[in-house]
């Protein structure tokens, strides 16, 4: 895994809010609302709201106004099950004293589900979020082709991301990553491997899955051996490698001297390889009913929720919540 760039606190919790906060400082507002509104599950979030023509609110009508009204408490932990209550009456006591209209307080931990230690509070201003949804949102936000990420932006973010996993914040009960397979599910079928851009970071995983066309399909092989950082160039691998690196060279878009992840996977027919009952059909839908995809980029789930699930919808557990 590559070196992180972020800061060396000397404790944890420092050193991961800091990290976090310098991303978002170097990310467009845009972005920065789109990965808190992911968080708090307010896909509507403003920090800071722009409006020509207001016309209420006086007598006047000026060309424009740009207004905020938004205070966001975060409270970060890096070990699971550490939440404490006293500490949250606090962070919620100094949102009392507080005049914005929107007073949130953020808790952001590894945990995989919402810590116990909110069960007492009845507080809609207190909201938990995991790390694993933090990963996730960006993910989705990297792989949004409406979306103009900056270089920049996509570096710092998959930094982000790798710190995420080398703090080993996320990635405890889901062990399974599934990904867009339009191409990688035949190219696994005829080659019993996975190929994506060079040091993508994923959580740590035992297996991968394959969605499209609707369904996740029901062969889940599992990972042999990753390489992060492997050049496209033939006559230069031996073994497994240089078979795979001709091939893709010869029968697909693959660029020869370019650099790629590879992921080498139990073949379909090996004992290794889970064998799902049936393919799970994507049920998801948008709040206006559209059909959306389980996943652009990459998700995860459990190895358990896999083998259970009838449609995606079964594989969706809320990673943050109020």
């Not at 190219?187 to 369904?215: L, M, N, T």
């Amino acid at each position: 895994m590559p070196t992180n760039l972020f800061s060396t606190y000397s404790t944890g919790e420092n050193r991961v809010t800091a990290s976090f906060l310098a991303v978002l400082r170097s990310l467009a507002l845009d972005r920065i609302q789109r990965i808190i509104g992911a968080l708090l599950e307010q896909s509507e979030f403003e920090l800071v709201a722009f409006q020509n023509q207001p016309s209420k609110g006086g007598g006047g009508v000026p060309d424009a106004i740009i207004q905020s009204s938004c205070r966001l408490l975060v409270e970060t932990k890096i070990k699971r099950n550490s939440i404490q209550p006293k500490q949250l009456e606090r962070h919620l006591e100094r949102l009392d004293g507080a005049t914005e209209a929107t007073r949130l307080l953020l808790v952001l931990t590894p945990d995989d589900a919402k810590p116990r230690a909110f069960d007492s509070f009845q507080d809609e201003r207190l909201v938990w979020a995991s790390f694993a949804a933090l990963d996730q949102a960006i993910d989705e936000l990297l792989s949004d082709k409406t979306e103009v990420v900056s270089e920049r932006e996509a570096f710092l973010l998959r930094e982000l991301q790798n710190m995420l996993v080398a703090e080993r914040l996320i990635g405890s009960a889901n062990d399974v990553v599934v990904v867009p397979a339009r191409n990688a599910w035949p190219e696994y079928e005829r080659y019993h491997a996975y190929v994506c851009h060079p040091d993508r970071p994923f959580q740590p995983v035992s297996r991968i899955a394959f969605y499209s066309f609707g369904k996740i399909y029901p062969l889940v092989p599992k990972i042999l051996q990753t390489h992060e950082h492997v050049e496209f160039l033939p006559g230069t691998h031996k073994g497994e490698m240089a078979v795979l690196v001709d091939a893709l060279l010869k029968e697909t878009p693959r660029k020869e001297g370019w650099a790629y992840k590879v992921f080498f996977l139990s073949p379909p027919d090996s004992p290794d390889t889970l064998k799902l009952d049936a393919s799970i059909r994507n049920d998801l839908t948008s709040k206006s009913g559209r059909t959306t995809a389980f996943t652009q980029n990459q998700r995860y789930v459990s190895l358990e929720r896999l083998k259970q699930a009838k449609t995606t919808s079964d594989l969706v557990e809320s990673q943050s919540t109020r």
